[in-house]
């Protein structure tokens, strides 16, 4: 399956929102270890100093869903404290996860991490830890699709 049209649907949807700074594709897709049957994981990196919100990206994306949902994405700290907010959808069939991550705590956590900080949190769904490192790596293995402004630390 060519998923490029349905990242550019996204994309289209999510570059006007005000502070969205970089929309990735993440996850097996990213890797090319993915299945057929694979869902679609996107990483939404934002910045809440340019005027990101909750309710701006609801609105650009309520209507994504095969079955529109008015407020698909979850509240910031919705799925916990390492994965920002996020919303699970269908789309033309596909399943789509969609990540969102401050970029100022990315940030702060790779500059942690350089620093020799390297902690395990608790994250639900992680049933051993969150390592904090894994900001990092998740950068590394990232498929950039779409970048507002430089989202790595300087």
Not at 34 to 54: E, M, N
Not at 78 to 98: E, K, S, T, Y
Not at 122 to 127: C, E, N, S
Request: glycine share 12%; aromatic share 8%.
């Amino acid at each position: 399956m060519n998923i490029t049209p349905l990242l550019n649907k996204i994309t289209a949807l999510l570059s006007p929102v005000p502070g969205i700074v970089g929309v990735v594709l993440g996850g097996s897709r990213a890797r090319g270890t993915h299945q057929a049957d694979s869902d679609i994981d996107i990483g939404v990196y934002y910045d809440l100093k340019s005027g990101f919100s909750i309710d701006e990206i609801n609105k650009a994306v309520k209507d994504l869903n095969d079955e529109p949902v008015d407020h698909p994405i979850t509240p910031i700290g919705g799925w916990g404290p390492w994965v920002n907010a996020g919303g699970w959808f269908v789309i033309d069939g596909c399943h789509v996860d969609l990540i969102l991550r401050d970029m100022e705590r990315v940030e702060q956590v790779i500059h942690d991490c350089l620093g020799g900080k390297i902690n395990a949190n608790y994250q639900p769904g992680h049933p051993h830890a969150y390592m904090n490192g894994m900001y990092w790596g998740n950068l590394r293995l990232l498929k950039f699709w779409l970048i507002l402004t430089t989202i790595l630390p300087h």
